[in-house]
């Protein structure tokens, strides 16, 4: 596909609670953007571009593409940068070395916050949620009100003020009016950058706005609802770069398929390649295979279902948590469940990375085989009265005891709330929202419930190969993507 532009942006305008701890921490081809922002340092405007091939997805230390590179090296050097692409261009995994290198070398560790648009993917890099660390509610009062209730805050107050570095993932989930309200407050609360975007932070923003779009309570047409809308928008960033390498997908025409879905393209000889993942009753789907379901409510009946058929004796791990609120509430809203219910036959998932190179990654999926009993670990004693680790086959045929894992919210580099639990979910039943990052080999989901853009897209590119997915209520209808969406990924938004 073609190669896209760049455009020379002009700027604008110009705690610590560390109050626990001691809690056993267990070992844990396509078109592209890049936008250089001819800022007022006079940076001179370099476009690269970058060749455009997928790949099979490299389980083992994946070696960083060019374009990779070229965010951590603009990181290092203080930059600001938006980051985006398509599912599985490596996003996420690229944002966890961007926050290492921001706390090893470009900040003190104290000063760099991690943040999420929610609080799934705020525990998926142990951070916490934006609206959390700005200290703004919901966040739906005007720019003088929030400022004036983070000023109120001393602790909102104080990570403002501290801040230089702050990194926010799932950016499609932000409106433009946050996005521009939490600028006002950062050059509020920063006297000293007062006149510099953000208040002098360094903005490390990540996303793909083709995803799940932001919740709109009260909307009109005038509303700002994508973050690239905002005002500052471009003046927030030196760099706005798209990941192009897809390695989640290996087959190049299901890769130009779901690229194509994520346009919203709706080109009926492409879309029969999905006629064989489409359920018309002649396609059996084996029982094990995860169902995807926008609802949780059918996620849990469906996993309670199946728990229960089984007959067998349940062993239960309780969340073992420590914190303060709001950072313990918001371990309730991430992955790791607060109970976990599972027996011998049962599915589940994995839901960390455990073993990159035998293919223990999040998201993969196998079948309780049996239990092996630890009275050593004092903490699988607090989560499980039996004391019992489940031991996995997963269905790559690996098998492995699983030992209790850590989930953390961090504040700068203190850890503020932590949550101790097997790190597993049942798995016939998972919903699209927690599997947001995910990569499965094998997917069941009906999408006739399907609404808005980008759910269709979300859906089907957390799956690794077409022999891997099942559909059911799909109508090529159901492909959507924002007018306003596409228009900035074509370069012409407030251009
Ligand atoms: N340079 C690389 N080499 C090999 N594998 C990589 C590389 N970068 C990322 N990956 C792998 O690609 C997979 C997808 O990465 P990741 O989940 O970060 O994608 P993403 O863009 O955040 O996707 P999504 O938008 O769907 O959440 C992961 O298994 C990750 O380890």
């Known amino acids: 596909m073609m190669m896209r532009f760049l455009r020379l942006v002009l700027p604008s305008r110009l705690l610590s609670l560390n109050r626990f701890l001691g809690f056993h921490r267990f070992s844990t081809s396509h078109s592209h953007i890049i936008k250089k922002n001819n800022n007022n340092k006079n940076r001179s405007f370099s476009p690269r571009y970058f060749s455009t091939h997928s790949s099979l997805e490299q389980l083992k ?22 980051i985006t692409g398509s599912g599985g261009t490596g996003k996420t995994f690229l944002l966890k070395q961007v926050v290492n290198l921001l706390k090893q070398q470009v900040h003190k560790p104290d000063e760099v916050f991690v943040t999420a648009s929610t609080g799934v993917a705020a525990c998926a890099l142990n951070g916490q949620t934006l609206h959390s660390f700005a200290g703004i509610g919901l966040g739906e009062d005007d720019e003088e009100e929030l400022l004036s209730r983070v000023c109120k805050n001393k602790l909102a107050f104080q990570r403002w003020k501290k801040v230089k570095a702050l990194v926010i993932d799932e950016i499609s989930m932000i409106s433009g009016e946050l996005f521009d309200k939490l600028e006002y407050i950062a050059e509020m609360c920063r006297p000293k950058k007062r006149g510099k975007t953000w208040g002098g932070i360094q903005l490390i923003v990540s996303g793909d706005f083709f995803q799940l779009p932001p919740i709109i309570r009260n909307g009109n047409d005038d509303i700002k609802e994508f973050a690239f809308e905002a ?57 094990d ?11 849990k009946r469906l996993n309670n279902e199946r728990l229960k058929n089984l007959g067998k004796e349940i062993v239960s791990y309780k969340a073992v948590d420590k914190g303060v609120n709001p950072w313990r509430n918001q371990l309730q809203q991430g992955i790791a469940p607060d109970v976990l219910e599972i027996c011998l036959g049962a599915r589940v998932m994995l839901i960390k990375n455990k073993d990159v190179e035998a293919g223990l990654v999040n998201g993969a999926v196998g079948t309780v085989i049996g239990f092996d009993r630890d009275y050593a670990s004092k903490v699988l004693r607090k989560m ?36 101790g639990q097997i790190p597993l979910i049942l798995a016939w039943a ?66």
């Not at 994946?62 to 940068?81: A, C, H, I, R």
């Not at 019992?388 to 580099?413: A, Q």
């Not at 759910?455 to 997915?469: H, I, Q």
């Open 61 to 82: 230390t994946p070696k960083l593409t060019e374009q990779q590179q070229l965010v951590l090296k603009d990181v290092s050097k203080g930059k600001s940068v938006f």
């Open 231 to 287: 005002g500052c928008w471009n003046d927030s960033f030196d760099l706005q770069l798209e990941l192009t390498r897809v390695f989640r997908q290996s087959d190049s025409q299901f890769i130009e398929l779901l690229q194509g879905i994520r346009k919203g393209h709706r080109d009926a000889n492409k879309l029969k390649l999905l006629d064989k993942c489409c359920l018309n009753g002649l396609v059996n789907v084996p029982s």
């Open 289 to 299: 295979v995860p169902r995807l379901f926008p609802r949780n409510d059918d996620v």
């Open 384 to 419: 499980c009265a039996e004391c019992l680790r489940p031991k996995v086959r997963f269905d790559s045929g690996v098998e492995m005891v699983i030992e209790p894992d850590t989930w953390e919210v961090m504040e700068g580099n203190e850890v503020q709330a932590q949550r």
């Open 430 to 495: 998972v919903s699209i929202h927690k599997c947001q990052g995910m990569t499965l080999d094998r997917m069941q989901t009906d999408l006739s419930r399907a609404f808005g853009c980008g759910m269709v897209y979300v859906a089907l590119s957390r799956v690794r190969s077409l022999d891997g997915l099942y559909i059911s209520g799909f109508s090529s209808s159901k492909i959507k993507a924002h007018p306003k969406v596409l228009q900035f990924y074509e370069g012409q938004v407030g251009s």
